[in-house]
């Protein structure tokens, strides 16, 4: 079967964000990133050449106003004026709301004698639902809605009617909340349910806002709306693989959807528990062998969280230049290690030297002694490491066996 409209969708780039500092990039590497953080852009604009895509659909936060710059404005007419005629769909989200005085206004950008979005460009500027069809794209109609400054999507906008045309294949293209997939501490906007978006009736709805791939799919499992997810990764949220999509929409109105990875990179998070590691080597030895099971290639970003308990005095050190020929960029974060503490050496305090720190373990020890099982005697062996965090280290951390 022969599609009648081939889609390529992204959404939630962030340009002209900051990376996260956690991943501690040197600035050599942090330019590069940069750089390619961009050239996504450069990327798309080829492959909607090279594989004949019919219509680009950017369900939001292409960009962050906060940070924004008019060299990345500049930058992203260009790019996007060099594929036209093909179009490409804009609904602003609320990283890139659109405003009076945002880069999305003509006028706005005509005032700062900034050169303006070409035809091919097509922003919705409203916070109501709209319909508009397409003349490159005959038959096929696109409804949006846009992010707007200091007016929140609270409400459930996908509840009730949305308006169709007739005779097109009808696509949605909007910024917002799926329920049930929303990561914590991520802003609830503009939130729908599946059933909602699925009783709409739209073929497909391109959807942004979430970092990571999802699709939305009917009752017969077909595909009926997906989030392309952010192309690439900036932080130890965005970590995993990332993608954008190309679609293809058939006359049936079938929808059929491929995610596909356009960063050549992908940021892992590996979690090194050192409990039980009782010198510097193992501890490096432990590294080296779960960082190479969890990671892919030589062009991967590599964070290492060292977790648990060590030796307390001795100190873990990682050379530095441990691995760094095995990744474009490996940051290791010794922060969570606590120390081990040295019960016995409490026990053994005299009586009349006793701190509270020592009466507190041999109280608790006593315990253990007389623990009528096993699981009633790591419990207390537990509270005595907690005990001891509390009176050491004003702060109790959970230990990773719990
Ligand atoms: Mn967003």
Redo the contacts with the bound molecule.
């Keep these: 079967m022969i599609h009648v409209l081939k889609f390529l969708q992204v959404s939630?780039v962030h340009l002209d964000s900051s990376f996260s500092a956690r991943l501690n990039f040197p600035p050599d590497k942090l330019k590069i990133r940069k750089e390619e953080h961009k050239g996504i852009i450069s990327n798309i604009c080829k492959m909607v050449k090279d594989e004949d895509i019919d219509i680009v659909l950017i369900p939001?936060?292409l960009i962050d106003f906060e940070s924004s710059t008019a060299d990345t404005t500049n930058f992203l007419i260009d790019k996007f004026s060099s594929i036209s005629p093909i179009p490409i769909i804009i609904t602003p989200?609320?990283?890139d709301f659109y405003s009076p005085s945002s880069m999305y206004n003509p006028d706005f950008l005509t005032e700062k004698r900034q050169s303006v979005w070409s035809n091919n460009v097509i922003i919705f500027k409203h916070h109501t639902f709209e319909s508009i069809d397409l003349p490159y794209c005959r038959g096929i109609s696109v409804t949006g809605i846009s992010h707007s400054e200091n007016r929140p999507f609270d409400e459930r906008f996908l509840v009730g009617n949305i308006p169709r045309r007739k005779d097109s294949i009808n696509i949605l293209v909007f910024?917002g909340s799926r329920d049930g997939y929303c990561p914590p501490d991520k802003?609830v906007?503009l939130p729908f349910s599946d059933e909602e978006l699925i009783k709409l009736g739209f073929d497909y709805s391109a959807i942004?806002?979430y970092h990571s791939y999802s699709k939305v799919t009917d009752a017969d499992g077909n595909v009926r709306g997906a989030y392309a997810g952010c192309p690439m990764g900036r932080n130890l949220r965005e970590c995993g693989e990332k993608f954008i999509i190309i679609g293809k929409i058939y006359e049936n109105r079938k929808v059929e959807i491929e995610k596909r990875k356009i960063d050549h990179r992908t940021i892992y998070e590996i979690s090194i528990n050192c409990t039980g590691l009782n010198h510097n080597e193992a501890v490096l030895n432990a590294i080296k062998e779960k960082v190479k099971v969890k990671t892919v290639n030589k062009n991967d970003i590599v964070y290492v969280r060292l977790i648990g308990r060590f030796p307390p005095g001795n100190i873990i050190e990682i050379p530095g230049n441990f691995l760094k020929d095995d990744y474009f960029h490996i940051t290791f974060d010794k922060s969570d290690v606590q120390p081990d503490y040295d019960i016995q050496k409490y026990i053994e305090i005299p009586d009349t030297a006793d701190t509270t720190e020592s009466k507190f373990v041999k109280e608790l020890s006593s315990l253990v002694a007389n623990a009528s099982d096993d699981s009633e005697r790591i419990i207390i062996e537990n509270a005595i490491y907690y005990g001891l965090d509390a009176l050491t280290q004003k702060s109790v951390k959970p230990r990773y066996e719990d």
Excluded: P
Aim: without cysteine; charged residues 25%.
């Design positions: 939630d939001g936060d989200g609320n990283h910024h802003k906007t942004g806002h």
